[in-house]
């Protein structure tokens, strides 16, 4: 099976989030990679990035969102329906408390003609703070 990515670069857009994962503060615009630092004690980040259904897209076509991120995301959701998460690989480095997991969502059946990625990172203060490094659209012909 052939597959293509396609780089979801930015703009991407960032809000923090309070301790019930609700919205606060203003949406600012962002880069990947992004990491999730702590501020003002909020519980978590929702990054979201809009992109348009690709072209050529037949009946046996699979398509994926591909998450490069040193840690899974507590929520990834398509066009505002939850998305169901699982890892595709992890690469270790030589330092042990660098790990970045590939996290991907099939959304073969729920791509529309312009789509919202959202993805919801929740803020640990015992762990190294999550980073969403790269993410892109795959697509399997």
Same mark, same amino acid.
């Not at 991407?12 to 990947?32: F, K, N, S």
């Not at 992109?51 to 969102?65: A, K, S, V, W």
């Not at 993805?119 to 697509?139: C, K, M, R």
């Given at each position: 099976?052939?597959?293509?990515?396609?780089?979801?670069?930015?703009?991407?857009?960032?809000?923090?989030?309070?301790?019930?994962?609700?919205?606060?503060?203003?949406?600012?615009?962002?880069?990947?990679?992004?990491?999730?630092?702590?501020?003002?004690?909020?519980?978590?980040?929702?990054?979201?990035?809009?992109?348009?259904?690709?072209?050529?897209?037949?009946? $046996?076509?699979?398509?994926?969102?591909?998450?490069?991120? $040193?840690?899974?995301?507590?929520?990834?959701?398509?066009?505002?329906?939850?998305?169901?998460?699982?890892?595709?690989?992890?690469?270790?480095?030589? $330092?042990?408390?660098?790990?970045?997991?590939?996290?991907?969502?099939?959304? +073969?059946?729920?791509?529309?003609?312009?789509?919202?990625?959202?993805?919801?990172?929740?803020?640990? +203060? +015992?762990?190294?703070?999550?980073?969403?490094?790269?993410?892109?659209?795959?697509?399997?012909?």
């Amino acid at each position: 099976m052939k597959a293509h990515r396609i780089r979801l670069v930015g703009p991407w857009e960032a809000q923090q989030l309070d301790h019930e994962l609700q919205p606060i503060g203003d949406l600012i615009t962002c880069r990947l990679p992004y990491t999730v630092v702590p501020a003002q004690n909020p519980s978590g980040v929702l990054l979201l990035r809009g992109f348009h259904r690709p072209t050529g897209i037949g009946q $046996n076509t699979i398509l994926r969102i591909i998450l490069k991120a $040193n840690q899974q995301p507590h929520e990834v959701r398509m066009n505002n329906i939850p998305a169901k998460i699982y890892e595709t690989n992890r690469i270790g480095t030589a $330092n042990l408390n660098d790990t970045h997991g590939e996290f991907a969502i099939d959304i +073969t059946r729920s791509i529309a003609e312009f789509n919202q990625l959202s993805v919801i990172f929740q803020i640990s +203060t +015992t762990e190294t703070p999550a980073t969403l490094d790269t993410a892109w659209l795959e697509i399997q012909d």
